[in-house]
């Protein structure tokens, strides 16, 4: 089982934190960036934290490249999962599994960052469903927090308390037709001095980079329930993730909601 009875919350602090750039990549899997992209990327944005979706086996040499602390957990059923990059050490996530829809599972990352908390995350197309895992995530977060990935939404995230502060421009070009604004980064309890959607390259999707805070502490809601301690680490069976420095765990075949996918979404 992923979840247990929940015992305490995250370390994020009371008081206001230096600002941390974070950038957000969906890497198309195995057709769009290479692991050579990924390096290039992080060498020259410099970020504080490097959140990834679609990253496959081959992204994890990235901290043999550059260093840093490195995990990556694979969606249940897929050959793709979501990756984090710091070039500092950090506890290792917390895995949560997300509300399912009829083809394929979700899960997402819940990194403690001291100051506050970012949550990565690859949602459901559905709609109503990607709105649901948003609350279900909310839920888990402490008053300072961000949620940043591939939301695969389209229109207004009806999330309280929260603030869409993501690049305003499209994101992604679905089907090389339909500009979209999908990779987004939405706060509680945070400031944001500056976000942007970087050229596209070798994805369908844009790299975005924003730039956060924690904001003074009478803007920060209470936290609305408690949770695991970081180093408490849930992980489903099969969960693939490793940290910079030890082997690479093999994944073994996860559960299915579904025999096989039925339409939809890609493997």
């Known amino acids: 089982m992923l979840f247990r009875q929940p015992r305490r919350a995250f370390a994020t602090q009371p008081t206001r934190g230096p600002l941390a750039k974070i950038v957000s990549w969906n890497l198309l899997r195995l057709t769009g960036a290479s692991l050579e992209d990924v390096v290039r990327l992080a060498r020259r944005e410099q970020p504080n934290l490097l959140l990834m979706q679609e990253a496959t086996q081959r992204i994890d040499a990235l901290p043999d490249r550059i260093g840093g602390c490195y995990w990556r957990v694979l969606l249940p059923g897929r050959i793709h999962g979501l990756a984090m990059w710091s070039p500092v050490p950090l506890p290792s996530p917390v895995v949560v599994e997300l509300p399912a829809g009829a083809m394929f599972e979700r899960v997402c990352q819940l990194i403690d960052l001291g100051t506050f908390s970012v949550a990565n995350v690859h949602l459901s197309h559905g709609q109503l469903l990607n709105r649901r895992q948003l609350r279900t995530i909310a839920n888990l977060l402490p008053p300072r927090a961000a949620v940043l990935g591939d939301f695969n939404l389209v229109g207004p995230a009806l999330l309280p308390g929260f603030r869409d502060v993501g690049p305003r421009e499209p994101t992604h070009v679905a089907g090389e037709m339909l500009p979209l604004r999908i990779d987004r980064c939405l706060v509680r309890g945070l400031v944001c001095t500056g976000a942007e959607a970087l050229s596209r390259q070798a994805s369908d999707h844009r790299p975005i980079v924003v730039r ?40 073994s075949p996860h559960r299915q909601r579904a025999a096989r996918p039925r339409g939809g979404e890609r493997p």
């Open 212 to 251: 956060l805070g924690a904001a003074p502490a009478g803007l920060a809601r209470p936290l609305a329930r408690t949770l695991f301690w970081p180093g408490e680490r849930q992980s489903h069976p099969g969960a693939h993730q490793h940290a910079a420095g030890q082997p690479v765990a093999q994944a």
